[in-house]
């Protein structure tokens, strides 16, 4: 089992930076690989960005290339989600996300908003 919390949202103005940061409790964090995804309301939860159990691959959507950067210290348990330049759109809530083969978890969510 890993436990996620999420944290470091807010409400900030278009072209401002935000950092996410989520937490891990539980088994063994860096075994997994970690991930960042948001749903916007009414909208289906999107692929942000993932990194690797190592650090060392990481990989982003299109929308959010060059703009947002994640990160992980493994000694801390903890993932970042680096966050420039906002848009309004990209206003959702971002969940944080561990992934092992078949093992699967969510954190609870942290809101993001940028207004124009």
């Known amino acids: 089992q890993v436990q996620l919390v999420e944290s470091g949202g807010g409400l900030v103005q278009a072209g401002g930076s935000l950092r996410l940061s989520c937490v891990a409790s539980g088994d063994t964090f860096r075994h997994y690989a970690m991930g960042w995804f948001r749903q916007a309301p009414g909208k289906e939860r999107d692929f942000v960005a993932t990194?690797?159990?190592?650090?060392?691959?990481?990989y982003y959507a299109d929308s959010v290339k060059g703009r947002f950067t994640i990160s992980r210290d493994n000694a801390k348990n903890t993932v970042y989600l680096q966050m420039n330049s906002l848009k309004p759109e990209d206003t959702a809530v971002y969940y944080c996300n561990a992934r092992l083969a078949f093992l699967d978890y969510w954190g609870q969510g942290t809101q993001v908003t940028v207004s124009s």
């Open positions: 990194i690797s159990w190592s650090g060392t691959n990481t």
